[in-house]
């Protein structure tokens, strides 16, 4: 991205120590925005400017001592200062529209799951195909603890998913060749066995299973601040799905929850190992 260079010209006119002062001060300020900042993708952004400013200085001084000419400190301040400008700019515009991170989903490890869910307090809504991923390995045991946490404390856990008897499931599995039907299931049950193990400590807390005819086109993950979006191919699997972070107040946010509440609201009730008993 070209920067106006009204934004550089100033630089031709000061001096080396007035040029240092200015880096340092801009330095400063993104330290104390990396430092204060609660978003990742902010913080990252603010990382990446300390560096480059950094190199600024750094060039600039060895320049200064080995007696290169002032206009190559110049063309040096001058491209560090709009390279900065473009990551702010960029990063102003991605953060007013909501988008705070954008990711590989499959490059995350559990720990970045469990991190999400671990910031739900009273609340935490999912949707997904088959969520099956989460019934697996490590994720099943630290799953029933962070649900068991949330519900404990009188929360309430929201999940939807598609519907295994529906047509919709029937469809996807003849087209991907998944098992969406005994993922489902198996999730259903490990909640099941979630009520069974806990069901004298939840003080209130409310566990809703809904199954949903529609088709679903996105999993989601709301804790009740940021949501967690990744959408599904219509037709294939995707080799590197995403996963974008959302400002919990913007308006995609508003979008996805009132999609949710409409999902849920149509879907049916799951039964549960407990429901049978």
Known sequence: MEV????TRPIRKVGFSTA??????????????AADTTHDGVRNVALGVIGSLLASIVFATLSEFSDTPQSRITDALRRSLRSVRAIELETRDRLQAGVISVSDKREH??????SILAKATDRLDIVGNSLSGWVQGEF???LKSAVARILHDGGQVRIVFMDPDGLVAKAKTQLLGKD???????????LGELMDEYKESFEGGQLDIQLAKDDLTYMMIDTGGDIFVSPYMAVTRAGHPLVVEIDGTSGFAEGYRADFEKLFARARKADT????K
Do not use: C, K, Q, T
């Not at 490890?109 to 469990?114: K, T």
């Not at 969406?180 to 490990?190: E, K, M, N, Q, T």
């Open 4 to 7: 106006d260079d009204e934004f």
């Open 20 to 33: 240092m002062g200015f880096l340092s001060a801009a330095l400063i300020a993104a330290g104390l925005i």
């Open 109 to 114: 490890n559990p720990d970045y799951w469990f």
């Open 140 to 142: 099943r045991a630290r």
């Open 180 to 190: 969406y039907a005994g993922h489902i299931r198996d999730f259903v049950g490990l």
């Open 273 to 276: 190992p407990r429901d049978n």
